[in-house]
């Protein structure tokens, strides 16, 4: 993803790359990371260093759980506003990041997906919670997730809950033979995480009532089709105060 943020802004003539962070790829030009001739900005690897240097108006993460609250910090200290892609904040975390923001008078983004299919799977889901309120949420992501179940997952399943009213699904006398099968429970539902080689990021809202179920699906093929997400963020961003958690608050 970080590669493909890199490409987007060189792609882009009213965006200008000042700095690319990487842990492990060595001081390259990030052209060169991206694909692109060279830009002139060497991948460091000390994101406090970088953000001294360049003094950029947003970073941009796509990191890993553990990265991102450090680096989101890091960047407000600095006085930069951080535009979050990494997955697995907690609620507390958000509202941490929220206060530093204010603090500064400057604002941030965090959002589990910048897809705008992918918000509209979740405006569907909430909407269609109202009429169906039987729903298990089956989220597919590559192997090497870090987290589980998915940010979108369960941003879609806050939507569907505040659609509906708190409801204990299945059989109260349900038994689980091999533990988790069940899935994850959030507010009386099931959140199935399948992690599996070859897949990119997919999910499926399946709402059930008598005689017919519901399937609302958003497949993603390629990490290109975040990137207007993403740029439209990064430029949003210059006029917010405070941590806004979801893109579809960027949408008309
Ligand atoms: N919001 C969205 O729309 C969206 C879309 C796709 C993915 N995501 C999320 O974005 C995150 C990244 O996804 P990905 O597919 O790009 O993962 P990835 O291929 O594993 O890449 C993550 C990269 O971040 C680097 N990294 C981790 N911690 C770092 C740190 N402290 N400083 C500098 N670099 C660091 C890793 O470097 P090393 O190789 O050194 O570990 C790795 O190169 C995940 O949380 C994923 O769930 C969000």
Not at 84 to 92: A, Q, R, Y
Not at 208 to 217: E, M, P, S, V, Y
Request: glycine fraction near 10%.
């Amino acid at each position: 993803m970080g590669r493909e943020v890199v490409k987007m802004v060189l792609e882009d003539p009213e965006l200008e790359l000042v700095a690319a962070i990487a842990r492990s790829a060595g001081p390259v030009d990030a052209g060169t990371l991206a694909g692109k001739p060279d830009t002139g900005v060497i991948v460091s690897s000390s994101l406090a260093e970088a953000l001294k240097a360049s003094r950029p108006d947003v970073l941009v993460d796509f990191t890993g759980p553990k990265s991102a609250m450090p680096n989101a910090e890091t960047a407000l200290a600095y006085g930069v506003r951080p535009v979050i892609g990494t997955t697995g904040f907690t609620p507390e975390q958000i509202a941490e990041l929220d206060k530093q923001c204010k603090d500064k008078g400057i604002g941030g983004l965090i959002a589990p997906n910048f897809s705008i299919g992918a918000i509209l799977m979740m405006k569907f889901s909430a909407m269609a919670a109202k009429y169906f309120p039987h729903v298990e949420i089956i989220e597919y992501h590559g192997d090497q997730k870090l987290d589980a179940p998915s940010g979108t997952s369960i941003k879609t399943a806050e939507w569907i809950s505040e659609a509906r009213q708190e409801l204990r699904q299945g059989n109260p006398d349900e038994e689980e033979v091999i533990e988790g099968a069940r899935g994850g429970y959030y507010n009386g539902f099931r959140i199935h995480s399948v992690r599996l080689p070859g897949v990119f990021a997919q999910q499926e809202v399946v709402f059930g009532a008598f005689g017919q179920t519901l399937k609302i699906r958003h497949d993603s093929y390629d990490r290109a089709g975040y990137m207007p997400g993403v740029n439209t963020a990064i430029k949003k961003i210059m006029n917010v105060t405070g941590m806004v958690y979801g893109f579809e608050h960027f949408l008309d």
